[in-house]
């Protein structure tokens, strides 16, 4: 599910805790570090696909989490030559719908054995800016555009 300008469809995850602090992973056998993130099926709406790829990558149930903001509309970023696949279905970048979620569970209900092939390794929390000066360079962009409009969301997120 390609768009006409080679971007595919993708959501992107940022899960807050109630100090405000947000979950970073640990991609497996690197030492890179991101938002969970993955790609949205041909018959997924974006929110269904946030679901999907949350329990996936990081073991957290629908029940796990409370939806407290999203982008408006998609952001992109286009992906290095040295990681574009040469095939039929292959792509230039991706389009992102980001969710800014509250965690609702205790931290141990985070898991990465709920996929064949889990990407994420570890994880921590920290701070809300933390992530724009760690994530992989082609990334900053999109992360930057996110993470500002999410911003006023996290205020939903910190403990009463």
């Not at 980001?98 to 889990?118: N, T």
Request: net charge neutral; with cysteine; hydrophobic share 35%.
């Amino acid at each position: 599910m390609i768009d006409a300008d080679g971007y595919r469809p993708n959501v992107g995850i940022i899960v807050a805790n109630s100090e405000g602090d947000v979950l970073w992973a640990r991609r497996v056998g690197q030492d890179a570090w991101q938002f969970p993130q993955g790609g949205i099926k041909s018959n997924e709406s974006p929110e269904e696909a946030l679901y999907r790829e949350l329990r996936e990558e990081i073991g957290l149930e629908q029940e796990s989490v409370k939806i407290v903001g999203c982008t408006r509309g998609w952001l992109r970023y286009r992906l290095p030559r040295r990681l574009l696949r040469q095939n039929e279905t292959s792509f230039v970048g991706q389009k992102q719908k980001w969710y800014m979620l509250k965690m609702l569970d205790p931290d141990d209900a985070v898991s990465f054995s709920h996929s064949e092939q889990p990407e994420f390794d570890s994880w921590r929390w920290v701070s809300y800016w933390y992530p724009l000066g760690q994530v992989v360079q082609f990334k900053q962009d999109v992360y930057r555009r996110a993470m500002k409009e999410l911003a006023p969301f996290v205020s939903r997120c910190l403990a009463n």
